[in-house]
């Protein structure tokens, strides 16, 4: 019986959340007492897992593989995690891997628990803790098939290093037929996506139009951090909906969330709670945001958000 | 076409979540409950299919008799029957085995599913019946276009939009973005009168298992108070953030 990880990469290279994802595997293997092996798909250099513990490496590379589908990724990871007799199968929370997380649970016959944020409260049974109502509240799972997955959540376990010499193997897999065809990606270069960020930067109705966006971008380029808004601002068109984060919109887990001239609606809360520190700038000292933050400044954006881009700037030449 | 609408009944986005029972059960004291926000993007398009293509939409739920209203709900928007099915929603996996049994017994060209519920946050239904039923699947789908058989989705990735193109039947697990906000319906009273005439069946569940449980509930602790920094002091928020909360 092993513990399986399938590590995400993109173009070649593996995601932040996949060296959490080996990192909670080996948590699993090390109380379990089980081997941890690790499946990659077209990345680059599988031997970079090396550094986070597995005993053996399944690597694929296909060029079918290029464009991901899932029905194709669950189809390969469930072959692969039959053969090495899977116990519990370990994915982030990615876009990517959530979409897929419910095909292999069919595929597998596997019970499956999402948005784990924590290694198992029990191992036999296993019981899980997750987050549940939009980040309101947590509920500990029971999952019951002789099988199972947690999908952990970002930036929820860490990445913790661990040496280790693994045996990679080369596997091929048998020749897939996609249900659907990737037509085009449109994916904005050069920006950091909210799902991947260790920081994020909001805009709500404060900044009084979009014209004046350049606050929060300048600042998020500043700290190298995603941009998002809340959820009046996506309504009213000032930015794309897929920048809007809240109970309807994306979850933000980032280890920073700093909110301009969001009021902080019960809804957006929920939505960017589970972020580690929260910052929030508003001349409103009423604002709810208040009650949910770490670090607050009672102030006019305008005004600060320009002294804090400075600042920020000479800390980071300082550093 | 016939499109199957899969609705989830869930709190208000406003309430206050508490538990009772030693923290076992929700509260539903003083909760009202709506249809789950992704799914009545999900039907607000299906309605659409309704008036372009002549569709007919079914909506279904999987719940006791307190589930009734959001049906009824969905019938005033425009939904042309409703379908309950009387069995306690257990876990993901037992959702999406009676949603099949149904999905066996009609054939639906296009089922809809909210992406995830807002209460429950798992997002598996919709994958799971797609599994079950062999049908492709696209989720975090934020358009949906329709021309014969062929189908051309788009679908909301970290950082990106990806386009994508597959035949019918499909399942879809929808979210804002399908639709607009200002596109979603509010019952008018034609609507509100037209729904009690129209069907409700109460069908009896399928024999299916769970493979998950939830034992306890749990609140995140609470929050300590904000430190608040002086506007005239930026570098305080600065040595905070790099010294005491090590973000930056």
New interface residues.
């Given amino acids: 019986m092993a513990i399986i990880v399938y590590a995400e990469s993109q173009n070649g290279k593996f995601k932040k959340s996949a060296f959490e994802a080996v990192s909670y595997g080996r948590a699993l293997a090390n109380e379990s007492n089980k081997n941890l092996v690790v499946i990659s798909i077209n990345a680059d250099d599988p031997n970079e897992l090396a550094n986070y513990g597995p005993d053996k490496v399944l690597s694929v590379k296909d060029s079918s593989m290029n464009d991901y589908t899932?029905?194709v990724y669950?189809d390969t990871i469930s072959e692969l995690s039959k053969k090495e007799g899977v116990s519990i199968l370990v994915l982030s929370s990615?876009?990517?891997s959530?979409?897929?997380?419910?095909?292999l649970?069919?595929?597998l016959g596997?019970?499956?628990?999402?948005?784990v944020v924590s290694t198992p409260i029990s191992i036999s049974p296993l019981?899980v803790?997750r987050?549940?109502?939009?980040?309101?509240?947590?509920?500990?799972?029971?999952?019951?098939?002789s099988i199972n997955i947690i999908c952990v959540s970002n930036n929820s376990y860490g990445i913790h290093e661990k040496d280790s010499r693994p045996e990679v193997v080369d596997v091929k897999i048998s020749k897939n037929n996609p249900?659907?065809?990737?037509?085009?990606?449109?994916?904005?270069t050069g920006?950091?996506?909210?799902?991947?960020a260790?920081?994020v930067i909001s805009g709500g109705r404060g900044l009084k139009g979009p014209e004046n966006w350049h606050l929060i971008e300048d600042l998020a380029s500043t700290?190298g951090a995603a941009t998002a808004c809340s959820k009046p601002v996506s309504?009213m068109g000032w930015r794309p909906?897929?920048e809007?984060v809240g109970?309807?919109?994306k979850p933000v887990a980032s280890?920073?969330y700093i909110a301009i001239g969001v009021s902080g609606a019960?809804?957006h809360l929920?939505g960017i709670?589970a972020s580690?520190?929260k910052?929030?700038i508003n001349n409103d000292p009423e604002a709810p945001f208040?009650?949910?933050?770490?670090?607050?400044?009672?102030?006019d954006a305008f005004?600060?958000v320009p002294?804090?881009i400075e600042?920020?700037k000479a800390?980071k030449s300082h550093q | 076409m016939n499109i199957l609408v899969c609705i989830s009944n869930v709190?208000d986005?406003?309430s206050k979540?508490n538990?009772v029972e030693n923290d076992k059960i929700f509260d539903t004291n003083g909760v009202q409950f709506i249809i789950n926000?992704?799914d009545e993007f999900g039907l607000t398009r299906a309605i659409w299919f309704q008036q372009k293509n002549q569709a007919t939409v079914t909506v279904v739920t999987v719940g006791d008799i307190s589930c009734e209203p959001i049906l009824r709900k969905c019938l005033a928007i425009g939904a042309n029957k409703a379908v309950r099915i009387d069995s306690k929603a257990l876990d993901?996996?037992s959702v999406?085995e009676q949603l099949k049994s149904l999905c066996e017994k009609e054939s639906f060209d296009i089922i809809i599913c909210g992406r995830e519920s807002?209460?429950?946050?798992?997002?598996?239904?919709?994958?799971?019946l797609?599994?079950?039923l062999e049908?492709?699947?696209?989720?975090?789908c934020?358009s949906m276009d329709v021309n014969g058989n062929e189908v051309?989705a788009k679908?909301?990735?970290?950082?990106?939009?990806?386009?994508?193109?597959?035949?019918l039947p499909i399942v879809i697990g929808a979210?804002?973005?399908l639709v607009e906000?200002?596109d979603l319906i509010i019952p008018n009273m034609r609507g509100i009168m037209q729904a009690r005439q129209k069907p409700l069946d109460v069908v009896a569940p399928a024999n299916s298992f769970?493979?998950?449980?939830?034992?306890?509930?749990?609140?995140?602790p609470a929050?300590?108070s904000?430190?608040?920094?002086?506007?005239d002091n930026?570098?305080e928020?600065?040595s905070?953030?790099?010294n005491e909360?090590k973000?930056?």
Avoid at chain 1, 98 to 103: A, E
């Fill in positions: 899932a029905q669950a990615s876009a990517d959530k979409y897929m997380s419910p095909l649970a069919v595929q596997a019970g499956l628990a999402s948005n019981v803790k987050s549940c109502f939009t980040n309101k509240a947590f509920n500990y799972t029971t999952l019951k098939g249900k659907i065809k990737v037509e085009s990606l449109d994916k904005a920006s950091v996506s909210i799902a991947d260790d920081i700290l309504d909906h897929s809007h109970q309807t919109g280890n920073l019960i809804q929920a709670n580690k520190v910052v929030v208040f009650k949910a933050a770490d670090y607050g400044i009672v102030a005004d600060v002294k804090l600042k920020l800390f | 709190p986005t406003t979540i538990f926000p992704n993901g996996f999406a807002i209460d429950y946050n798992g997002g598996m239904v919709p994958g799971m797609a599994q079950m049908m492709p699947f696209v989720t975090n934020i051309i679908r909301e990735i970290d950082g990106g939009v990806e386009t994508l193109s597959c035949s979210q804002k973005g906000e200002s769970s493979k998950s449980s939830v034992d306890k509930f749990e609140k995140p929050k300590g904000v430190k608040l920094v002086d506007p930026i570098d928020l600065i905070l953030l790099h909360a973000v930056i």
